[in-house]
């Protein structure tokens, strides 16, 4: 009795795994209500411009365009975001994801500082079709 109990846990705990793995990666509330201090400006983007395509990591995977067609990143499953098409994120949502990393994506809040970061938040922005 006790082993088929264990077994339907575990059961029971891999589904909601697998169910939370395919959930839509949001950014804590706090963190999405987190401003840019950084103005969105020619020198910012192009600031951020050159963290983006000079910090490998980005251009890897998102490509020099930021559609997500960079070499490394056709091999990943999830496919990485096109960033042209990033809506419904505020600054600070992205400033999280951006730090934290997920997956294949690796955190930048070790490599990149606060103000490189914001500066790629802008610069992504700058994307948009």
Sequence with gaps: MKK????ISV???????AIAADAPWKAPWGASNV???IAANATS?????QVFTGH????SCHGTSGTGDGPAGAQLQ??????????????????WKISTGKGAM??????LSDTERWEVINYIRSLKK
């Excluded at 088929?4 to 077994?7: G, K, P």
């Excluded at 999830?78 to 400033?95: M, N, R, S, V, Y």
């Design 4 to 7: 088929s109990i264990i077994n």
């Design 45 to 49: 983007i192009a600031a951020g411009q």
């Design 11 to 17: 059961i029971c705990l891999l589904g909601m795994t």
């Design 106 to 111: 690796p955190p930048t809040k070790d490599t």
């Design 78 to 95: 999830p496919h990485p975001a096109d960033l042209t098409k990033i809506t419904g994120e505020t600054d600070g949502a992205l400033f």
């Design 35 to 37: 401003q840019n201090p």
């Design 56 to 59: 490998g990591q980005c251009v």
